[in-house]
């Protein structure tokens, strides 16, 4: 259906009428290869995120978030505050990520991967076609008063879509606390756990009126990422465009018109491209702040080639300059440049919770102490040692002198690092006065966990006056 006055297309969104209303989008069903594709990618999408959760590795959860606890697990691995540069650098890379790949690859994110679009069109919506049927019925169902046909179908579609909603509220809920707190959580009385239940009620509540009312009003004007895509975008992007030349004039297709002969375009003016549109655009307008990139339009549109016996790709994945020069897709040196990049950093980061440790020591001198006279010629300085385990076994650990003939005097028990723990202690580290040539001397001790040389710790051991 044609908009009620596409001159205004750059001043107002598509899904606001002239008097500041709200213009529904009744989308049509899309069909097409790139569709099948992209329920291929989002259901597996749905898989992992509603299967993750349940996932263990080395008996701790594949992913967990707990930030009210700041417990981290990435990867069956649990991360500590001495991991934050690589969370840290994990940040920076996802920043300059989104940058990239915005620049580079368009709002394909949006289209075929983020979460909103995944659940609305391939989760709600179609539970939407199967209760009220075309877009044509449920334009028509939402305009009569309501009858028992209208209450009946309107009210099973809420019910499941807030079954769905809180659904998904638990799944997210399981990242956080682990899937274990989750379900002891839901065999406990309601009672002892009231505060939680409401607030995830609530949360259901409004992930419901997101996915009923709101819709698409979310790409368009509450994320931060589609209100960043005007300044992030350029003419050599890659994004959902129409090509002009090829397309304009635009007219309706008539039976037996030679249109080249007409000088009349491939475009048949059919509207079929908004109609199956999620934001309700006309993409023939160009790029467009609500354009997702989705690919809707170009199923739709390769359907109506093939069946006009014209060419497919009047909408198709192309930069403007490409479709404005005439030129087939090509792959500009700058885009390579910001493909490398963004291989390298994802490398980079790959590589550092590759090589992260997992067991850490802090050693320091004990303040406050000099150095204290042992029997037979010896001299020991007390040092407090920290040892962080970051892993689900216990490990024993035991210090050398490196560079020194000494030895180490455990105070206390031997030193065992309990799973995902830190072990605090203090140790004597003694040496004979022959090796203490000065007051200040360096001294190198490596931390073991078994026979493996884990870390060493450089200090300083202070001795008698020279």
């Not at 000088?263 to 549109?277: A, N, S």
């Amino acid at each position: 259906m044609a908009p009620e006055n596409p001159i205004t297309y750059r001043d107002q969104l598509a899904t606001l009428k002239e008097t500041g209303k709200r213009r529904w989008v009744y989308a049509q069903k899309p069909k097409g290869k790139l569709y099948k594709y992209r329920n291929i990618v989002s259901y597996t999408l749905l898989l992992i995120l509603f299967g993750l959760p349940f996932l263990k590795l080395n008996g701790e959860p594949f992913l967990l978030l707990n930030i009210l606890e700041r417990k981290f697990i990435l990867f069956g691995v649990r991360f500590w505050p001495q991991d934050f540069h690589i969370f840290l650098y994990s940040m920076i890379t996802l920043f300059v990520f989104i940058v990239f790949f915005t620049v580079s690859y368009g709002r394909i994110w949006c289209g075929w991967a983020c979460p909103q679009t995944v659940f609305l069109e391939f989760i709600f919506r179609k539970i939407e076609y199967l209760i009220e049927g075309t877009p044509q019925q449920q334009r028509k169902l939402d305009a009569q008063s309501l009858n028992f046909n209208k209450f009946w179908k309107k009210s099973v579609k809420l019910i499941l879509f807030y079954a769905i909603c809180f659904l998904i509220t638990n799944i997210f809920l399981s990242y956080i606390i682990g899937v274990d707190e989750l379900w002891k959580i839901m065999k406990d009385p309601i009672a002892q756990h009231s505060a939680g239940f409401t607030v995830a009620v609530l949360f259901s509540g409004v992930m419901l009126f997101v996915f009923t009312k709101l819709r698409e009003q979310v790409c368009s004007m509450i994320c931060p990422y589609g209100r960043l895509q005007g300044v992030l975008l350029d003419s050599n992007t890659i994004l959902v465009a129409y090509d002009y030349k090829r397309g304009e004039e635009r007219a309706s297709l008539e039976a037996g018109e030679d249109r080249k002969a007409d000088e009349k375009g491939d475009c048949i003016d059919c509207y079929q491209c908004v109609d199956v549109c999620p934001t309700g655009i006309d993409i023939r307008n160009g790029t467009q702040l609500e354009c997702i990139n989705c690919s809707a339009c170009i199923d739709e549109c390769n359907s109506v080639m093939d069946w006009i016996g014209s060419p497919k790709g009047l909408i198709r994945y192309d930069s403007e300059k490409n479709i404005a020069e005439g030129k087939k897709k090509n792959w500009p040196i700058r885009k390579i440049a910001y493909t490398m990049v963004l291989c390298t950093l994802i490398s980079a980061v790959i590589g550092l919770f590759a090589s992260r440790s997992e067991l850490e020591a802090i050693i320091l001198r004990t303040p406050g102490l000099m150095y204290q006279n042992q029997k037979e010629g010896y001299i020991s300085n007390m040092y407090n040692f920290k040892v962080v385990n970051k892993t689900t076994h216990e490990i024993p650990i035991h210090f050398k002198i490196l560079n020194h003939e000494g030895q180490i005097e455990l105070i206390g028990e031997e030193s065992k690092a309990a799973a995902s723990s830190i072990q605090e202690g203090v140790f004597f580290a003694i040496l004979s006065e022959n090796e203490v040539s000065s007051d200040n001397i360096p001294i190198t001790i490596g931390v073991f966990a078994g026979e493996d040389l884990i870390e060493d710790v450089q200090l300083t051991f202070v001795g008698p006056n020279k």
